[in-house]
Nanobody, 117 residues
């Protein structure tokens, strides 16, 4: 089993920055795709950024140029990050960490990001 746990959310003013972290622990040897999703108020869950093991990173929509996805590998616990700069009120959402292998999808519990003056 794989466990994902996000942290780093909070309230930030427009134009500010936040760094979200996601700890990835458990049976993670076969995980090969890691993503950040978000769910804005009243909307469905949407992909924000993807990192493929040994492959490229992808930023979706207006995340490109403002956000960056990265990953640290460690023996026991790996971490997935989302650096968010130049935040806008429309970035307000619950942000979810996601990982998958060939058979399973794993989700964290989400962390709230609120961009407001």
């Amino acid at each position: 089993q794989v466990q994902l746990a996000e942290s780093g959310g909070g309230v930030v003013q427009p134009g500010g920055s936040l760094r979200l972290s996601c700890s990835v622990s458990g049976a993670r040897a076969e995980l090969n795709v890691y993503d950040w999703y978000r769910q804005r108020p009243g909307k469905g869950r949407e992909l924000v950024a993807t990192i493929v093991d040994g492959g490229p990173t992808t930023l979706v929509g207006d995340a490109e140029g403002r956000f960056n996805i990265s990953r640290d590998k460690a023996e026991n616990t790996a971490y997935l990050y989302l650096q968010m700069d130049s935040l806008k009120p429309e970035d307000t959402a619950v942000y979810y960490c996601h990982a998958q292998d060939r058979r399973n999808h794993y989700w964290g519990q989400g962390t709230q990001v609120t961009v407001s003056s």
